[in-house]
């Protein structure tokens, strides 16, 4: 006869109430790093905003306030580039994360089932050899 312990199924369970967890604390660690990156960023944009407004206030003639806006674009178009930068550099690692911890799983789930499949063998072959 071929039985499942109940150990098996315990076992499973474990494994992925570990897995699950493992992935929110992942999940929740680029959560923060994401947090972190947006705070920073409107932290500069205040303190860029504040700085433009000083500046349009000490500009004394109109070409010298569009000539101000002028050159503003180019560093906040880089600005823009860094923080996406950053961002797929967060999501990118996260991904990698996942991907590992999927590829680790995929590996124990394999090795457990050639486990269970080849106790199982074990089990029916006596019993085959019983019944001839």
Sequence with gaps: MISTTPQHFVAAQKAGVDTT???????????E?????????????L??????????FAANA????????AGRSQPALEQAR?????VHEIVAG??????????ARVSAYRSEAQGYFDNLAKQAAPAETAGK
């Design 82 to 86: 860094s923080y996406w930068r950053e």
């Design 47 to 56: 303190a860029d905003q504040q700085q433009r407004a000083r500046d349009a």
């Design 33 to 45: 790093k994401l947090a972190a990156l947006n705070l920073q960023t409107v932290q500069a944009a």
């Design 94 to 103: 996260t991904r990698a994360d996942f991907l590992a911890l999927a590829q």
């Design 62 to 69: 109109p070409q010298t306030f569009f000539a101000q806006q």
């Design 21 to 31: 967890f493992e992935i929110l604390n992942k999940t929740a660690g680029a959560f």
